[in-house]
């Protein structure tokens, strides 16, 4: 009697490859049975069948390779005389299955460069793919671009968010510092939308009305609020676009611009006394911790002072609106995530090879963070309708 101690268990490794050549396997059997029948719809007539009304004849077969997510197979693929081969199933000139497509788009939007999805692809499906073909493979991202950039804005947007960040790109063969301008709003549901993204040459004002502009064509109305940094073209650029609205200066930049005007010793201090001015219950009050901060801490800082004074009025808009909103519309950092995944993947990246490219990835990692803002709401609106309804009796 055979012991069982002398019996080699199949370990996990060879479980998993005989499971896949099984799977292949199967795949294979299925395809070429799909392509024979593709064939036969082609012909009019099955193989050695002989009918008066067939519209062809078979020449043979081709080996074609194919990348699937469970690796790499050979597919005979059968064709005829007259009318070639049958290509309707697998796609003409396409070695890669659809789901392969998306898991290498998937990827590059999630952190893997070009460079190494060759690696990746190997290990998990047998064959990498090379750098132009990842590039090939990603410009199916151009169809989500032009659906953002084309998209009817439906409903008011009563905040609008408006922020930039910057990038390498290769621009007439010189790698140049531009900014990716985004912007992003809460509509009259009170749910958060991804609204439109640029590359522009720098941050100014004639990059900020260029995507302004695109947002008002397709549909951008009821700004009551637009919250961003103080960069000068900015705020010019949406004065001359949305004169009606107000503009809220971002109080966690401003805060940082106070900040590096007063010495370390004082900074811990001086971000809580700035802090409480912005978390004051009403505008009076804000004004009373001014004055308060004037004539104590202020009087040792007066250049951090003097940056207080100067961006003051911009922070406050804010009070004129709803207090259970006041915490999300002071400042642009209610987004971190999306600023911050958008950064992590620049980072990698390096120097884009053009500003198209920027913009297929920045938008990309942009709409698949803002995926899921459409699950939760953001504010309540309806308390913005009950106090425009008191103000109008």
Same mark, same amino acid.
């Given at each position: ?50 009918? !008066? ?31 070639g081969s049958a290509n309707q199933l697998l796609g003409r ?24 999805? !060759? ?35 439906? !409903? ?29 709003? &809460? ?59 107000? &503009? ?25 006394? &700035? ?119």
């Open positions: 009697m055979m012991n069982l101690t002398e019996v080699e268990l199949p370990s996990q490794e060879d479980v998993r490859a005989d499971l896949r050549s099984v799977f292949l396997g199967a795949i294979r059997v299925t395809l070429e049975s799909l392509l024979e029948e593709e064939l036969r719809n082609l012909l009019g007539a099955s193989r050695w069948q002989r009918l !008066g009304g067939r519209k062809g004849y078979r020449n043979g077969s081709y080996l074609r390779s194919l990348i699937t997510s469970m690796g790499h197979l050979d597919i005979s693929v059968p064709r005829t005389r007259e009318h000139y396409q070695r890669r299955t659809r789901e392969i497509d998306e898991a290498i788009t998937s990827a590059y939007v999630n952190g893997v460069s070009t460079r190494k999805m !060759g690696e990746v692809t190997e290990a998990l499906m047998g064959e990498g793919v090379s750098r132009s073909t990842v590039s090939r493979v990603t410009k199916s991202l151009d169809e989500k671009i032009e659906l953002l950039r084309s998209a009817p804005i439906e !409903g008011t947007i009563p905040y609008l968010f408006l922020d930039a960040t910057f990038l390498d790109a290769r621009w007439a063969r010189k790698v140049e510092n531009v900014a990716a301008l985004v912007a992003y709003g &809460v509509g009259a549901d009170g749910h958060r939308r991804l609204l439109g993204i640029s590359i522009g040459a720098q941050e100014s004002e004639e990059s900020w009305a260029e995507l302004l502009s695109q947002l008002i064509q397709r549909g951008l109305s009821g700004v009551k609020l637009i919250i961003a940094d103080a960069h000068a073209g900015l705020v010019a650029a949406a004065r001359h676009h949305l004169p009606e609205a107000r &503009v809220q200066r971002c109080v966690v930049h401003l805060m940082r611009n106070i900040l590096v005007k007063a010495p370390w010793r004082l900074r811990g201090r001086l971000a809580r006394e &700035v802090s409480h001015l912005f978390a004051a219950p009403s505008i009076a009050d804000a004004r009373k911790r001014l004055e308060q901060l004037k004539s104590g801490l202020g009087s040792q800082v007066p250049e951090a002072l003097q940056c207080l004074e100067d961006g003051f009025l911009a922070a406050i808009q804010f009070f004129a609106f709803p207090k259970a909103h006041w915490r999300r519309i002071r400042s642009t950092n209610g987004l971190e995530r999306l600023h911050g995944e958008i950064k992590r993947r620049i980072k990698a990246v390096g120097a884009f090879p053009d500003r198209a490219s920027a913009l297929r990835l920045i938008t990309a990692v942009a709409l698949s963070v803002t995926a899921i803002w459409s699950d939760r709401r953001y504010l309540d609106l309806s308390q913005m309708n009950v106090e425009e309804k008191n103000q109008a009796a």
